[in-house]
């Protein structure tokens, strides 16, 4: 099992900008990709931004060169820096962890999602 803990959600005006943490816990030897999701009432959640244990990385169109995923040194941590923040980036988000093993198995995590909010 894993636990993800994000925090750092919250209010800011647009133009602002705002730093997501999610911290894993748990069985996390082999965690081989972590990322971001969010979901807007009435929408489907999407991805935000992932990025894999070799360090590649993966952005939604519409984030490209505004947001920003990075880990911690201890690699079980992600982070996502949120920079030009739009009204239509408001949504719950949801940090993501896959754990894995080629033709063995394949396990998904969520955190319990924290809410962003921009204003105009």
């Known amino acids: 099992q894993v636990q993800l803990v994000e925090s750092g959600g919250g209010l800011v005006q647009a133009g602002g900008s705002l730093r997501l943490s999610c911290a894993a816990s748990?069985?996390?030897?082999?965690?081989?990709?972590m990322g971001w999701y969010r979901q807007a009432p009435g929408e489907q959640r999407e991805l935000v931004a992932r990025?894999?244990?070799?360090?590649?990385?993966d952005y939604a169109d519409s984030v490209k060169g505004r947001f920003t995923i990075s880990r911690g040194n201890a690699k079980n941590t992600v982070y996502l820096q949120m920079n030009s923040l739009k009204p239509e980036d408001t949504a719950v988000y949801y940090c993501?962890?896959?754990?894995?093993?080629?033709?063995?198995?394949?396990?998904?995590?969520w955190g319990q999602g924290t809410q962003v909010t921009v204003s105009s």
């Open positions: 990025m894999q244990s070799g360090g590649s990385t």
């Open positions: 993501n962890a896959v754990r894995s093993k080629a033709g063995a198995y394949e396990y998904t995590y």
């Open positions: 748990g069985t996390i030897f082999d965690i081989n990709a």
